[in-house]
């Protein structure tokens, strides 16, 4: 310990003088407090650390340590206690004549206790009344202060108008809660009076008058129960009005023999509509061997056009001469036909001409229903004027593309279907 000591003599000088520097300071700033303190707390580390070091419990580089650290410690803990020494006192001798005078300022400074006003008189049984007559309300008993006889009056005023407000209150200390609510009940029920009493003992209310009309006796009496909070009614007595009396029947003059109703004429009967001739339908077109065996169904078809004129297929897109012939062969001849076509229906036609699937693509039935309602489509515009090649008749009104339909093979990959020649 002498060792180190001796060894590090100038940084133990300087630990002491910071330890000088950091007392002074502290204990200048700080008020003393009683209690160990941080002066106290660190020398009691200090004393550990102390026993630890003399009893050897740690040895080697360790131990070497703990010394040095105890030998700066100890030069700080006694820097600290001297600086703390002339600290005290600098505070002591400032403090005593600053604390005398901010003490006279305080008493100075402190408020006088304001005099306690008189209030009203305590009023045991506390008394309230508003009296109804013809003309005004008369309000008698008391009040707890100047601000509840202002919202006692407002509130009669509003509630009880036309009638004359007649202010006789007075002040009195002992009053129920809710005063105020159950004084604006009252005047509630005396509104419904033509002349009445609303009273209150304490919290029992009574409520005593005559009612003017049924409807006032029934809301009154309806809501009489329905009262302030904590208050309870002791006594209610409103004199119904007297039910009024039947009017005499007068004696009912004979009533005059009824006229005699003349009767309405006839209306004329309408003449019947005119029958107009339905075109007959023609014959159904023949079948053809081994329709069964395509898939779908076949539609229904005639043995040639409606009226002896077919219409232009060839105004549907898809529909070439070619096609139009084989559709005249299976008895097809006009737009309602193919715009009525079931899938079922287009299948059959589809597979039979061996272009499965190409009528829905090509939007047959679509394009027929359009043109079946005497409207035009885009391409049947541009077949109008001839700008289709594909589309020109060779004929008038359809009729020289007819043609026998040819044998050929179905989807079904079967051998090919003979197609009997239709008869012309």
Request: proline share 8%.
């Amino acid at each position: 310990m002498w060792y180190l000591t001796t060894t590090l003599i100038w940084w133990l000088l300087a630990a002491l003088v910071l330890g000088l520097f950091v007392g002074w300071w502290a204990c200048r700033q700080t008020p003393r407090k009683e209690g160990l303190g941080w002066l106290g707390l660190g020398t009691v580390i200090f004393l550990i650390g102390l026993i630890i070091a003399a009893l050897k419990i740690v040895k080697g580089t360790t131990g070497l340590w703990l010394d040095t650290a105890l030998l700066f410690f100890a030069a700080y803990i006694i820097g600290c206690c001297i600086g703390c020494l002339f600290g005290r006192g600098s505070v002591a001798e400032t403090a005593k004549p600053v604390a005398a005078v901010a003490a006279v300022a305080a008493v100075a400074a402190a408020p006088k206790p304001a005099p306690v006003p008189a209030g009203p008189a305590a009023v045991r049984p506390y008394q309230w009344q508003a009296a109804k007559d013809a003309s005004s309300v008369t309000l008698t008993g008391y009040v707890p202060s100047d601000d509840a006889r202002g919202k006692v009056v407002a509130s009669a005023k509003t509630t009880l108008a036309p009638a004359a407000i007649v202010d006789k209150l007075q002040l009195g200390s002992g009053a129920p809660a809710n005063l105020e609510s159950m004084a604006s009940t009252a005047f509630g029920h005396l509104a419904r009076l033509d002349k009445g009493i609303a009273s209150l003992i304490d919290t029992k209310y009574t409520l005593t008058g005559v009612a003017g009309t049924q409807p006032n006796y029934d809301s009154v009496m309806g809501g009489v129960k329905a009262l302030a909070t904590g208050y309870s009614l002791a006594k209610v007595d409103i004199v119904a009005p007297p039910a009024p009396r039947p009017a005499p029947v007068a004696a009912q003059a004979p009533k005059p023999a009824p006229k005699p109703v003349a009767k309405p004429a006839p209306a004329p009967k309408a003449a019947p509509a005119p029958v107009v001739a339905k075109t007959p339908e023609p014959k159904a077109a023949p079948k053809i061997a081994g329709e069964d065996k395509v898939p779908g169904k076949r539609p229904a078809g005639f043995a040639a056009p409606r009226g002896g004129t077919a219409d232009d297929l060839k105004r549907i897109r898809g529909i070439g001469k070619q096609n139009e012939a084989r559709l005249h062969g299976l008895g097809i001849w006009h737009f309602d036909q193919v715009s009525a076509w079931s899938a079922q229906e287009s299948l059959w036609v589809g597979s039979y001409l061996a272009f499965p699937g190409r009528i829905e693509r090509e939007e047959w039935i679509k394009q027929a229903k359009v043109l079946a309602s005497g409207k035009q489509t885009e391409f049947s515009k541009r077949v109008a004027k001839g700008l289709v090649a594909t589309s020109k008749d060779d004929g008038s009104l359809g009729k020289a593309n007819v043609a026998v339909v040819k044998p050929m093979r179905a989807v079904t990959g079967k051998a090919p279907v003979k197609v009997t020649k239709p008869t012309k």
